[in-house]
């Protein structure tokens, strides 16, 4: 019982990679939103980004290899 | 004004409130207060003209003006409109509680909001500076170098700390099962573009606020002052 408790509040290796990708999108993000301070202004310049970046991209290469 | 906790606060209210609540219209009451206004309290060019209020405070927050929409009889009123209109209690609701959540934040500054409305008083904790008057950027660096920028970074922390609202599981189990937006939406795009979807405000208010972070101070070295009622570098409107 304790271990499955433990287990529900510990990412899984799953968790952790997708959470890696977030995190090298907004990387980039953050980058290129420094540079042109224009880019972090629209919420929905964010939300095609993160798109593209998080779900189009690694479908993308996902199917391609 | 808040620069990033309307899009953080949502994901909060969701892991508490669960299938009481409907994720979309949560996130578009915690944006509706300044969905018509922000522009305009910033100004913008457009050819030979330049368009931007005579009091951009008083226009953003006040009366006559248009601050009627960070009272809570607008979200209520708004509320009710979604509910008898698209027979949808639950996005009515979740309107509710996603526009009570912006009006209350905002009371944070040094304008607040007339959270009473038709009572004109502002409800103001003094806790940062309201500088939208000054312009964008300079509202920017005066934001990321106050107590707003850390009453965001509470909610950025707790939004972490809540991770488990972000993953596949939640989506699927609350998120998507609690309203029928989500598979009439599914019907023309995946499952899981629709997961960043839900993630893209998390995503977009944490990046924004780093990235304000490291332009404010990295680039610029506008200096810090958590004091309250600072950053007392800039001009403060007051109602």
């Known amino acids: ?65 | 004004m808040s620069w990033a906790a309307h899009d953080l606060e949502p994901y909060a209210f969701q892991r508490h409130l669960k299938l009481k609540v409907a994720f979309v219209p949560l996130l578009i009451g915690s944006y509706s207060p300044d969905m018509m206004t922000k522009w305009f309290v910033y100004g913008i060019h457009i050819g030979p003209w330049d368009l931007k209020a005579t009091d951009p405070a008083k226009f953003h927050r006040g009366w006559p003006g248009f601050g009627f929409t960070h009272s809570l009889l607008y979200g209520l009123v708004i509320g009710l409109i979604i509910w008898k209109v698209f027979g949808s209690k639950l996005w009515g609701l979740s309107f509710v509680v996603g526009q009570f959540a912006h009006a209350l934040t905002d009371t944070g500054d040094t304008v607040g909001t007339m959270l009473l409305f038709p009572w004109t008083f502002h409800v103001h904790l003094n806790a940062w500076a309201y500088a939208g008057q000054t312009g964008r950027m300079t509202d920017a660096a005066a934001y990321f170098s106050g107590l707003g920028s850390m009453w965001d970074a509470v909610w950025m922390v707790y939004g972490f700390y809540s991770w488990r609202v972000l993953t596949s599981d939640f989506f699927d189990n609350y998120i998507y099962r609690g309203d029928r937006f989500w598979p009439w939406i599914n019907r023309w795009v995946p499952r899981g573009a629709l997961l960043t979807i839900y993630r893209a405000a998390f995503f977009y208010g944490t990046s924004r606020w780093i990235a304000w972070t490291i332009w404010a101070h990295v680039i610029h070295h506008y200096p810090y002052d958590l004091s309250w009622g600072g950053p007392h570098w800039v001009h403060a409107a007051h109602p």
């Open chain 1, 1 to 65: 019982m304790r271990l499955r408790l433990l287990r529900d509040r510990i990412p899984t290796r799953l968790d952790l990679r997708v959470f890696a990708g977030y995190c090298l999108a907004a990387a980039v993000y953050i980058a290129i939103g420094v540079s042109v301070t224009d880019f972090l202004l629209s919420f929905w310049v964010g939300v095609a980004y993160i798109v593209l970046a998080a779900w189009a991209v690694p479908t993308i290469v996902r199917r391609l290899s």
